[in-house]
């Protein structure tokens, strides 16, 4: 065992740069503020319009749970000593937890829960030239995969578990660019600027392409302070964990895509039938 791991197996993360303040109790406090502000948007909502869809509640619950899981608790605790842990935690964080909150649709609620003037000023900043870039599926994929390459193949990685903040940072980018890279491939939230499903589809098979590579990467040459037999268990875990996840989103695409197209079809055969009788 180097003296790398050695270091991580002391402790975890210091608190350098957050005082006294526990990496863990802010992100609890963070994912708790955000699971009850979804609530109360939703008890709102339902005042007003509509009663809001009760799986998507389940499905916002349980992204934030998994999002929870994965960075308090036992999980985590292990996460910041064991490589394989930390990979669980990672497909937990930046994979599975930003699916379920995007399924759940949280910007729609926010736009049905806020005042006219204020959703039209929510609508302008969805529309403005920030939020074209923030969720063009090219950004996303770099912020998403290119953020893993460059914390498993730098120092970054054993920097984390020495340093609070960074510790913090580097979990809270994981999981937005997951989120982020989610929404860029899948709509269930209003998208002013839509790109094609042939486009998306091809930055997915590029992005997935990436998470493989690197995973392999991870798997040869594994980031600092990381034995190799965790190396090689954990990378497993990326590819094969992420291979699954990535099964659905495939899926909940290619639904999306046949859903759009099929009325489509319907007017083209109405069309081809009403040139026959004619």
């Given at each position: 065992?180097?003296?790398?791991?050695?270091?991580?197996?002391?402790?975890?993360?210091?608190?350098?740069?957050?005082?006294?303040?526990?990496?863990?109790?802010?992100?609890?406090?963070?994912?708790?503020?955000?699971?009850?502000?979804?609530?109360?948007?939703?008890?709102?909502?339902?005042?007003?319009?509509?009663?809001?869809?009760?799986?998507?509640?389940?499905?916002?619950?349980?992204?934030?749970?998994?999002?929870?899981?994965?960075?308090?608790?036992?999980?985590?605790?292990?996460?910041?000593?064991?490589?394989?842990?930390?990979?669980?935690?990672?497909?937990?964080?930046?994979?599975?937890?930003?699916?379920?909150?995007?399924?759940?649709?949280?910007?729609?609620?926010?736009?049905?829960?806020?005042?006219?003037?204020?959703?039209?000023?929510?609508?302008?900043?969805?529309?403005?030239w920030l939020a074209r870039?923030?969720?063009?599926?090219?950004?996303?994929?770099?912020?998403?995969?290119?953020?893993?390459?460059?914390?498993?193949?730098?120092?970054?990685?054993?920097?984390?578990?020495?340093?609070?903040?960074?510790?913090?940072?580097?979990?809270?980018?994981?999981?937005?660019?997951?989120?982020?890279?989610t929404v860029s491939i899948?709509?269930?939230?209003?998208?002013?600027?839509?790109?094609?499903?042939?486009?998306?589809?091809?930055?997915?098979?590029i992005a997935l392409a990436?998470?493989?590579?690197?995973?392999?990467?991870?798997?040869?040459?594994?980031?600092?302070?990381?034995?190799?037999?965790?190396?090689?268990?954990?990378?497993?875990?990326?590819?094969?964990?992420?291979?699954?996840?990535?099964?659905?989103?495939?899926?909940?695409?290619?639904?999306?895509?046949?859903?759009?197209?099929?009325?489509?079809?319907?007017?083209?055969?109405?069309?081809?039938?009403?040139?026959?009788?004619?």
């Amino acid at each position: 065992m180097n003296a790398d791991h050695h270091q991580i197996l002391e402790g975890g993360p210091s608190h350098d740069g957050f005082g006294i303040i526990h990496p863990q109790l802010v992100f609890l406090i963070l994912f708790i503020t955000i699971l009850i502000l979804y609530i109360i948007a939703t008890v709102i909502t339902n005042r007003n319009y509509k009663t809001w869809p009760f799986y998507r509640i389940v499905s916002f619950v349980f992204g934030i749970l998994l999002a929870i899981s994965a960075v308090v608790g036992p999980l985590a605790n292990r996460a910041s000593i064991d490589f394989t842990a930390h990979m669980f935690s990672h497909l937990l964080l930046g994979m599975l937890a930003p699916l379920f909150i995007v399924l759940a649709a949280p910007m729609t609620l926010i736009l049905r829960t806020l005042s006219t003037p204020l959703a039209r000023g929510l609508s302008k900043i969805l529309r403005s030239w920030l939020a074209r870039i923030l969720i063009h599926p090219l950004v996303t994929s770099f912020l998403n995969i290119g953020g893993l390459w460059i914390l498993y193949t730098t120092n970054l990685y054993s920097l984390m578990h020495d340093n609070s903040l960074i510790h913090v940072i580097v979990h809270l980018h994981v999981f937005i660019a997951g989120y982020l890279f989610t929404v860029s491939i899948i709509y269930f939230d209003p998208v002013y600027h839509r790109k094609s499903f042939i486009y998306r589809a091809i930055v997915l098979i590029i992005a997935l392409a990436g998470h493989g590579i690197l995973s392999k990467y991870i798997y040869a040459h594994p980031p600092k302070g990381v034995p190799i037999e965790q190396a090689e268990i954990g990378s497993m875990v990326m590819y094969y964990g992420g291979d699954i996840i990535d099964a659905i989103i495939i899926f909940t695409l290619c639904l999306q895509w046949y859903k759009a197209a099929r009325p489509r079809d319907r007017e083209l055969q109405t069309t081809k039938g009403t040139l026959k009788i004619n």
